[in-house]
């Protein structure tokens, strides 16, 4: 992932896509949860990937895809060994 920022949180505040990562925490805190989000960002904020970390294995997953609008245009969601695609 070039060109992206990792950025941490504790919880999302949407089931709408995509997530909307909430309560950032630093890297510090990491060590004491035992889950958390990790988001990796472009430089101008998007959300590309997302991942639910638990006790420091990736449980679920999502990458998006914008239009030159940054219009989320299509989403890959893994959960417990289940890939969906969707097209926005």
């Not at 998007?46 to 914008?66: A, D, F, G, P």
């Not at 989320?72 to 289940?82: N, P, T």
Request: a negative charge.
């Amino acid at each position: 992932m070039n060109d992206t920022t990792a950025r941490y949180f504790l919880s999302y505040s949407s089931v709408k896509l995509p997530l909307k990562l909430v309560n950032e925490i630093t890297e510090a805190d990491l060590n004491y949860r035992n889950f958390y989000y990790r988001g990796y960002y472009d430089a101008a904020g998007q959300l590309l990937h997302c991942q639910k970390i638990v006790y420091n294995e990736v449980e679920s997953e999502h990458h998006y895809r914008y239009d030159e609008n940054g219009m989320l245009v299509w989403a890959q969601i893994s959960e417990d060994d289940e890939v969906r695609e969707i097209d926005l």
